[in-house]
């Protein structure tokens, strides 16, 4: 079977935690000898600000640790669909993109009855913006593949799409993975981004206050924190780095006795049962997890076994202090969360799934 796949980027993970997902996709697909070509704009917002941040050498750092990933680079008013498209089988198109494309693409569908097309969407906007969702013109597409049953919902009731199907994102387990060979260095690390005040309140309750309480060895890895966000994790006593390329997250994790993820606040309140990408990497690599409060509605894990679950600022400190100073514990959750990985959420399982889907709308491979 041969797959196109229009995404924002796959080259740069700069504040664009779907290209993890869409990395171990493309890699799945081609270990089952699938061919596969991945288009992104030329000068889209994520490699731009990538390029800006660290410079070429990030493009080719990323070049030298994926050689078998490699993107199309286009220009929107010269992209020749005929050429791009010619043989492909199915084309996914990620939410990320510009309303022409996704026309574009759904009008050049119209016209060859042989052709499979999804629309992909990893975003809450369905929810938050859904005036910015009404822009995309799906009329020719075959379905949604959304990364949540609330998404999927959203898409049937608003009569966005007539099919859609619940596609969870999930570890790509070639690049998560435990690296015991490393060496412990601190105790938490943070991997995630500031981003637009949806969190803001609870990064001071759940990870700068337990961190200062607590005394903690810390870093903090992301982009977009202003400068008093920089401060006040300073004078929590955290360390802040930066941007951290995505395969480089392992052994950041392998260095730490745990991590927390905190939600943004649309997918606590509007979303409940979709965790985001750093759930499954941080399970996959085998760390301790601790998360602040969101509804796993969709029983995708197990709370308390895969990871703790605090629902304010003591709690987060009281379980910190468990993890650090009861080793049973800390192995206990890494390895019931390593488990869950291997039996459902990893890039494979979800290769097979799309299988499924492309079966069902009439792929004939």
């Known amino acids: 079977m041969n797959v196109a796949i229009f995404c924002h980027s796959l080259i740069s993970g700069w504040n664009h935690g779907n290209a993890h997902f869409l990395r171990g996709i493309v890699a799945e697909l081609q270990d089952r000898e699938h061919g596969v070509r991945v288009f992104e704009p030329r000068d889209n917002w994520s490699l731009r600000n990538l390029v800006r941040d660290r410079g070429d050498e990030a493009v080719e750092r990323f070049q030298d640790m994926f050689p078998n990933l490699r993107s199309e680079l286009?220009?929107?008013?010269?992209?020749?669909?005929?050429?791009?498209?010619?043989?492909?089988?199915?084309?996914?198109?990620?939410?990320?993109?510009?309303?022409?494309?996704?026309?574009?693409?759904?009008?050049?569908?119209?016209?060859?009855?042989?052709?499979?097309?999804?629309?992909?969407?990893?975003?809450?906007?369905?929810?938050?913006?859904?005036?910015?969702?009404?822009?995309?013109?799906?009329?020719?597409?075959?379905?949604v593949l959304a990364f949540g049953e609330v998404i999927r919902g959203i898409y049937l009731e608003r009569g966005w799409a007539r099919r859609a199907w619940t596609w969870h994102e999930a570890a790509d387990t070639r690049v998560f993975k435990p690296l015991p060979e490393v060496e412990l260095e601190q105790d938490l690390v943070w991997i995630g981004n500031w981003g637009d005040d949806e969190r803001?309140?609870?990064?001071?309750?759940?990870?700068?206050?337990?961190?200062?309480?607590?005394?903690?060895?810390?870093?903090?890895?992301?982009?977009?924190?202003?400068?008093?966000?920089?401060?006040?994790?300073?004078?929590?006593?955290?360390?802040?780095?930066?941007?951290?390329?995505?395969?480089?997250?392992?052994?950041?994790?392998?260095?730490?006795?745990?991590?927390?993820?905190?939600?943004?606040?649309?997918?606590?309140?509007?979303?409940?049962?979709?965790?985001?990408?750093?759930?499954?990497?941080?399970?996959?690599?085998?760390?301790?997890?601790?998360?602040?409060?969101w509804d796993d509605a969709e029983h995708l894990f197990k709370p308390g076994e895969d990871?703790?679950?605090?629902?304010?600022?003591?709690?987060?400190?009281?379980?910190?202090?468990?993890?650090?100073?009861?080793?049973?514990?800390a192995a206990y959750l890494a390895r019931s969360g390593l488990e869950r990985i291997a039996e459902r959420h990893t890039c494979a399982h979800r290769v097979d799934e799309l299988l499924h889907i492309c079966r069902e709308i009439g792929v004939a491979a």
């Open 74 to 143: 286009y220009d929107l008013d010269e992209l020749d669909l005929d050429a791009a498209l010619d043989d492909v089988d199915v084309v996914l198109v990620h939410e990320w993109n510009e309303p022409e494309l996704v026309s574009r693409v759904g009008a050049y569908r119209a016209g060859r009855s042989d052709l499979r097309l999804l629309f992909h969407d990893t975003h809450h906007r369905a929810i938050t913006a859904p005036e910015q969702m009404d822009r995309f013109d799906l009329t020719h597409y075959d379905g």
């Open 200 to 293: 803001t309140e609870e990064l001071y309750e759940f990870l700068l206050g337990p961190v200062g309480d607590l005394g903690l060895s810390a870093t903090i890895y992301g982009v977009r924190y202003p400068r008093d966000a920089r401060a006040e994790v300073a004078a929590a006593g955290a360390e802040y780095r930066g941007w951290l390329p995505n395969y480089e997250v392992p052994r950041a994790f392998a260095a730490s006795s745990l991590t927390v993820h905190i939600p943004r606040r649309p997918y606590v309140r509007a979303l409940p049962g979709i965790p985001t990408i750093r759930v499954f990497e941080a399970l996959a690599c085998g760390i301790p997890l601790i998360c602040s409060p």
């Open 307 to 329: 990871y703790l679950i605090a629902h304010n600022r003591q709690q987060m400190t009281r379980h910190i202090k468990e993890i650090l100073t009861e080793p049973e514990l």
